[in-house]
């Protein structure tokens, strides 16, 4: 049977360990701060940020909830960034994407003061993470690493193949896995043969955006499986099409009218020596890495 990665257990653990820092920073007069900016009114960016904002209050993190309307300027925008930046009590500033069309994000990413930049989106903290040096990494990628390490999958001299090369995930995993001493392949839209590269890979990581996109004939069996990918599926073709036979998940799918799925076929999960599954996967350690990276923003902004 392969072992499911637990990452809502994992997720757990590691805001645990953040809730003991934070209270020996309050021990020394310091209480970590993120400033969460989340504009106009996009249902899923409420409940991203909610649940953050949410998290920061239970680990002890003082939150600062920013919510400029829809049809806010780049200009105001970087005001408002700007005077983040120089704010002691903010040590990360988070601005929950997406943005309305008329903001210019990367101008606004850029803005951000690199050493608050707990979402790990600046050039300069990706230009660290590339060169080796300590830097604030994006919290997904950062939070399959403690997937592997925290579940005792080695990831030195392992083949890790990583489907998708986006700033916010794909990149920056190949980057920590690299880091890490994994041989490394990337693979994007533009790959040839691309299940002979994942049949190879010892650790298969999935950012892709397309349910069930990878299929058992492209996975070795007994391979690591993170499966990073979230799609929203509501018809009962598709459904059927993922999770046939699976009575438990039937239910729910019905009740709500939706269920989710990942990049990566549950027929492939079988074949896996371990594997994360969506939801509980990889989604819960967005957040705890987050509320990591505030921690560890207010220590190295103080030299801590
Ligand atoms: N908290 C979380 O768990 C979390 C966080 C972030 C994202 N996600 C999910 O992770 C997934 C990926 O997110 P993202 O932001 O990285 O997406 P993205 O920016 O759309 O990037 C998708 C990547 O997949 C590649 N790709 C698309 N079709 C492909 C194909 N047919 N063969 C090989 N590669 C293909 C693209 O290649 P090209 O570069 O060539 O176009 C691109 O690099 C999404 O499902 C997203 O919802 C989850």
């Known amino acids: 049977m392969p072992e499911i990665l637990d990452g809502v257990a994992i997720a757990t653990a590691i805001k645990l360990e953040v809730a003991v820092e934070v209270r020996a920073l309050a021990a020394q007069g310091i209480r970590p701060g993120l400033a969460a900016v989340l504009v106009g009114n996009v249902a899923a960016s409420e409940i991203y940020v909610r649940s953050k904002v949410q998290t920061c209050a239970e680990l002890g993190i003082y939150s600062d909830l920013i919510t400029p309307s829809e049809d806010i300027a780049t200009e105001a925008m970087l005001d408002l960034v700007a005077a983040l930046n120089t704010r002691d009590d903010i040590d990360g500033i988070l601005i929950q994407l997406p943005l309305p069309r008329q903001v210019d994000a990367k101008v606004l990413l850029d803005a951000v003061a690199p050493e608050k930049d707990v979402d790990g989106f600046h050039p300069v903290n990706a230009g660290r993470l590339q060169a080796g040096r300590p830097a604030l990494a994006p919290c997904t990628p950062a939070g399959v690493i403690e997937i592997l390490k925290r579940s005792g999958i080695p990831i030195a001299g392992q083949h890790a193949v990583v489907v998708g090369r986006s700033d916010i995930v794909g990149k920056p995993a190949a980057m920590l896995l690299l880091n890490n001493n994994a041989t490394v392949t990337i693979c994007h839209s533009k790959t040839r043969n691309l299940a002979e590269l994942t049949r190879q890979a010892d650790i298969l ?61 549950p027929k492939a999960f079988e074949l896996a020596g371990a594997y994360t599954p969506v939801p509980g996967g990889v989604g819960p350690l967005t957040i705890a890495m987050l509320m990591a990276n505030t921690v560890r923003a207010a220590k190295m902004r103080r030299g801590l």
């Open 205 to 265: 990581v999935a950012a892709i955006g397309r349910p069930g996109f990878i299929s058992p004939e492209m996975v070795k069996p007994g391979a690591t499986l993170i499966d990073v990918g979230i799609n929203r599926i509501i018809t009962h073709d598709d459904f059927d099409r993922y999770f046939a036979g699976n009575a438990k998940r039937e239910a729910a799918f019905l009740k709500r009218g939706s269920t989710i799925v990942g990049d990566i076929h």
